[in-house]
T-cell receptor, first 114, second 109 residues
């Protein structure tokens, strides 16, 4: 069966520090991968998605970036964190593109920027 | 993106069926209807999806109106673990899931 891992589970970082969040998927190949952010009390916002190695689409301009160095690895990064980057970061995967494919979410990383 | 409308909150007694409504009057012919739920401090969990016909899986049933302008998620026998925010989402060709505010379901023991 497929599983999705995210780490770390929680993170407290000062403003201006770098960020690296990692997501890996097991049990499937060539998944679509997604990064979402959920601010406190708000809905999910899609940040990036990828349909293959090295292919990244950005949904929202920000100081975050994403990379997909391997088929089942998706990394979210920032060079300098802002207070507004605090939130619950979720990685998700799907088996294909289009409405007939559901997304499966990881456990999330709760980031607090101080 | 076509939008959905859901009640902000609902309550149900434990071990009774729950019917969660969703209106999507501007749905297009290629939009799939997806349902996800989110428990506190957890990532969303896929529940079920469909296009035109009613769908059943181990978690729930999805009843889709004949004109597809509304749908209902049915939990056949609610348990305390079903307390969550339930999101009804329309998904078509692109990859994006657009989550609204959902319905907060409270289960009464």
């Amino acid at each position: 069966s497929q599983t999705i891992h995210q780490w770390p589970a929680t993170l407290v970082q000062p403003v201006g520090s770098p960020l690296s969040l990692e997501c890996t998927v097991e049990g499937t190949s060539n998944p679509n991968l997604y990064w979402y952010r959920q601010a406190a009390g708000r809905g999910l916002q899609l940040l990036f998605y990828s349909v293959g190695i090295g292919q990244i689409s950005s949904e929202v301009p920000q100081n975050l970036s994403a990379s997909r160095p391997q088929d089942r690895q998706f990394i979210l990064s920032s060079k300098k964190l802002l207070l507004s980057d605090s939130g619950f970061y979720l990685c998700a995967w799907s088996a294909g593109t289009g409405g007939n494919y559901e997304q499966y979410f990881g456990p999330g990383t709760r980031l607090t920027v101080t | 993106d076509a939008k959905t409308t859901q009640p902000n909150s609902m309550e149900s007694n434990e071990e009774e069926p729950v019917h969660l409504p969703c209106n999507h009057s501007t749905i297009s012919g290629t939009d799939y209807i997806h349902w996800y739920r989110q428990l506190p401090s957890q990532g969303p969990e896929y529940v079920i999806h469909g296009l035109t016909s009613n769908v059943n899986n181990r978690m729930a049933s999805l009843a889709i109106a004949e004109d597809r302008k509304s749908s209902t998620l049915i939990l056949h026998r609610a348990t305390l673990r079903d307390a969550a925010v339930y999101y009804c989402i329309l998904v078509f060709g692109n990859e994006k899931l657009t989550f609204g505010t959902g319905t907060r379901l409270t289960i009464i023991p």
